[in-house]
């Protein structure tokens, strides 16, 4: 009878730690999704409004002369890729060793978002989009939200066994 009650406990943990990895990751992608619909929504106003278009311009030279400048968007970049290379090398040892399933794919959803982050920035200027420079703030936002994310999963769900997912 005792076993009974200690595999029912080990269920009940499960479900807590699953029910858990849904809600953080739920809430990483509301967030994510807001800021880039502000954003797009942004862009659209631009193009007809004229107070936004306006305050885009503004900003735009503002944030071209101050955070993105030539020198500091290569640092980005190569910030991307060293980052986008311990993604990938962390999937891969994920997959390789068989660990958390949750884990490998949050891995391999921040790898993803990291390159398409990253072929963004270097093959989108100002000129083809009017909130460029917004664009690129967000992305580096959602960047972030993933490695998070992944850094909460890493150091929540540890233990192999704790998700099925």
């Given at each position: ?34 800021i880039l619909g ?12 004229m ?17 993105f ?23 891969v040892?994920?997959i ?10 949050w891995?391999?959803t ?53 998700c099925?997912?």
């Open positions: 009878m005792n076993n009974y009650f200690h595999i029912l406990e080990r269920m009940v943990n499960t479900m807590k730690k699953n029910l858990a990895s849904i809600v953080i990751n739920t809430m990483f992608w509301l967030i994510q999704m807001a502000g954003v797009i929504i942004l862009e659209d106003l631009a193009g007809k409004k107070g936004v278009l306006r305050h885009v311009i503004r900003r735009e030279n503002i944030y071209a002369s101050t955070y400048t030539p020198g500091l968007m290569r640092i980005y970049i190569g910030i991307l890729v060293v980052l986008g290379i311990f993604s990938l090398l962390l999937s040892y994920s390789d060793k068989r660990k958390n399933k949750v884990i490998k794919r891995s391999i921040t790898a993803v978002v990291n390159l398409g982050a990253l072929i963004y920035i270097v093959y989108m200027n100002s000129q083809d989009l009017k909130a460029y420079h917004y664009f690129l703030i967000v992305t580096f936002a959602i960047v972030g939200i993933h490695y998070i994310r992944l850094l909460i999963g890493i150091t929540t769900l540890k233990n192999p066994s704790s099925s997912k």
